[in-house]
T-cell receptor, first 111, second 118 residues
Framework: GQNIDQPTEMTATEGAIVQINCTYQ??????LFWYQQHAGEAPTFLSYNVLDGLEEKGRFSSFLSRSKGYSYLLLKELQMKDSASYLC????????????FGDGTTLTVKP | ETGVTQTPRHLVMGMTNKKSLKCEQH?????MYWYKQSAKKPLELMFVYNFKEQTENNSVPSRFSPECPNSSHLFLHLHTLQPEDSALYLC?????????????????FGNGTRLTVT
């Protein structure tokens, strides 16, 4: 089975940096995805890590430690539009759709 | 048109009705999925299709019946639903690669169908 743990809610200020942590336990592992989901909309892909280390993509970075079953998403220079739910989704095999989604972290960015 | 499109965006149906949800992807992907998202719950995988073949059914009740006529189209046929089936139904696609076993490609989601069963 798979178990994913991430904070339910976080609040941060516009312009600040926020780190959203995710710990997971999976029976198989083929990388970890982060998705962003605005209220009432579909999730959109943010990042993918399959090897240990940091992947940077503009204001967003994602880190993975496979040995610790741990990942984080780092958002820099927060903007109001970053208010959304952030979903941690480890993939059990090469089929991305078989990722198990966590409950998500609802991030609220305040002015 | 690009991406993943779903129709209808909203659907209200009675428990005795029969309706179908449609999904079409224009990304050249070879895998398609149906997900259910209920309020305050995580995304639940319902069905997986790889190269038009159903490879997974996550213990979904038979009142939900998927159909995948080709790699670009996916349907979800609904009949005799229950009020607890009211949710957002999301279609997604991905490119499942078999040549690089360590690499995965992300899911691309449609905007979903908001289903209300009365």
């Amino acid at each position: 089975g798979q178990n994913i743990d991430q904070p339910t809610e976080m609040t941060a200020t516009e312009g600040a940096i926020v780190q959203i942590n995710c710990t997971y336990q999976t029976s198989g592992f083929n990388g970890l995805f982060w998705y962003q989901q605005h209220a009432g909309e579909a999730p959109t892909f943010l990042s993918y890590n399959v090897l240990d280390g940091l992947e940077e993509k503009g204001r967003f970075s994602s880190f993975l430690s496979r040995s610790k079953g741990y990942s984080y998403l780092l958002l820099k220079e927060l903007q109001m539009k970053d208010s959304a739910s952030y979903l941690c989704a480890p993939a059990g095999d090469t089929n991305a759709g078989k990722s198990t989604f966590g409950d998500g972290t609802t991030l609220t960015v305040k002015p | 048109e690009t991406g993943v499109t779903q129709t209808p965006r909203h659907l209200v149906m009675g428990m005795t009705n029969k309706k179908s949800l449609k999904c079409e992807q224009h990304l050249g992907h070879n895998a398609m999925y149906w997900y259910k998202q209920s309020a305050k719950k995580p995304l639940e995988l319902m069905f997986v299709y790889n190269f038009k073949e159903q490879t997974e059914n996550n213990s979904v009740p038979s009142r939900f019946s998927p159909e995948c006529p080709n790699s670009s189209h996916l349907f979800l046929h609904l009949h005799t639903l229950q009020p607890e089936d009211s949710a957002l139904y999301l279609c997604a696609s991905s490119s499942r690669r078999t040549d690089r076993a360590y690499y995965n490609s992300p899911l691309h989601f449609g905007n979903g169908t908001r289903l209300t069963v009365t």
